[in-house]
Structures are given as structure tokens and as C-alpha cells.
Nanobody, 126 residues
Framework: LQLVESGGDLARPGGSLRLSCAASGFRLDFYAIGWFRQAPGKEREGIACISSTDGTLYYADSVKGRFTISRDNDKTTVSLEMSSLKPEDTAVYYC????????????????????WGLGTQVTVSS
């Protein structure tokens, strides 16, 4: 499963961005998908995820109320809608998928995900 992130850009504080995670030829609704980010000099942080069978959502406290993860109707894309952006949201954002047999997503264990995209840069600055 090869994932590709897109939508990263430069945004102003308080602005919004929409990131997308796609896998060519695969339906992502079969997979538990997570969004992670990594800022320079920091550990990779799980920020949002969606489980496969029941669609359970989890958010890190740092983004709760500002970011929304969702599956697009085409079932081949998982989006991360980001609003009220802050400079501390600056990072490379990655999407990842757990192995097909695991339906629940996890935020705190990135090693439980075995398919990763290359990331997309989000910079929040005035």
C-alpha cells in the first residue's frame, strides 16, 4: 500500500488547510488510518486517526477542536481539515495505514503502522 499526502502549504496563523491522503488503486476505508506530524528536532506525533470498521475518531489534545479527519465519499482518500492554525502546527505531516487485519487506529504507537507516505510540509507563519 503506497500512500501519498498532498495539500501542505504556507498558511497564516488562524488560517486553514486541507490535507489529503490517497492510495492509488486501493480503498482506504478498509484500513485504520492515522495522521502524524514531525517538527524539526521533535518526535513524531500522532494527531488524528480513524478506525476502519466503525469509523471511531481520535485526536491529540493539541489539535482537538481545530482539526477534523474524515474519509471522502470516494473511499480512496482520507482528509485532514485543519483550521485555526498556529505556528506550532508547523511540521511535516504524514499519513499512515495499519495492517489490514487491525481495524482500530492508534495515536500513540506510530510503529503499529506499516505503510507511510513521504509527507507534506505545513508551515504556519505570518
Amino acid at each position: 500500500l503506497q500512500l501519498v499526502e498532498s495539500g501542505g502549504d504556507l498558511a497564516r496563523p488562524g488560517g486553514s488547510l486541507r490535507l489529503s491522503c490517497a492510495a492509488s488503486g486501493f480503498r482506504l476505508d478498509f484500513y485504520a488510518i492515522g495522521w502524524f506530524r514531525q517538527a524539526p528536532g521533535k518526535e513524531r506525533e500522532g494527531i488524528a486517526c480513524i478506525s476502519s470498521t466503525d469509523g471511531t475518531l481520535y485526536y491529540a489534545d493539541s489539535v482537538k477542536g481545530r482539526f477534523t479527519i474524515s474519509r471522502d465519499n470516494d473511499k480512496t482518500t482520507v482528509s485532514l481539515e485543519m483550521s485555526s492554525l498556529k505556528p506550532e502546527d508547523t511540521a511535516v505531516y504524514y499519513c499512515a495505514a495499519r495492517p489490514l487485519k487491525y481495524t482500530q487506529c492508534l495515536l500513540s504507537e506510530p510503529y503499529e503502522y506499516d505503510s507511510w507516505g513521504l509527507g507534506t510540509q505545513v508551515t504556519v507563519s505570518s
